[in-house]
């Protein structure tokens, strides 16, 4: 079983930057595959970062050149570095990992309990 917790989330101006946390531990944590979701009240969860075990990643085109996904396998912790942030980025943001990597499908085994990031103008 793995055990997920994201940090990091706040209110921020929009232009401004945050940095989430997804810290992770249970069996082989460090080899999951990890993704990054956000979700608005009334709306769909959707992907916004993925990362492979292996070290590829993708983005939303909605956050591509302002977001960046690492992983630091030997503190089993993902990170969501957000830049230029937008109002439309306002949302709970979910870390997610699993042993097949999925990109954007929602099919993750293990969810963290999310964090708010709300971008005013």
């Known amino acids: 079983q793995v055990q997920l917790q994201e940090s990091g989330g706040g209110s921020v101006l929009a232009g401004g930057s945050l940095t989430l946390s997804c810290a992770a531990s249970g069996d082989k944590a460090h080899r999951k595959h990890f993704a990054w979701f956000r979700q608005t009240p009334g709306s769909e969860r959707e992907g916004v970062a993925a990362i492979n075990y292996a070290g590829p990643t993708k983005y939303a085109d909605s956050v591509k050149d302002r977001f960046l996904i690492s992983r630091d396998n030997a503190r089993n912790t993902v990170f969501l570095e957000m830049n230029n942030l937008k109002p439309e980025d306002t949302g709970v943001y979910y870390c997610?990992?699993?042993?097949?990597?999925?990109?954007?499908?929602?099919?993750?085994?293990?969810w963290g309990p999310g964090t708010q990031v709300t971008v005013s103008s």
């Open positions: 997610a990992a699993d042993m097949y990597y999925y990109a954007f499908n929602p099919r993750y085994t293990h």
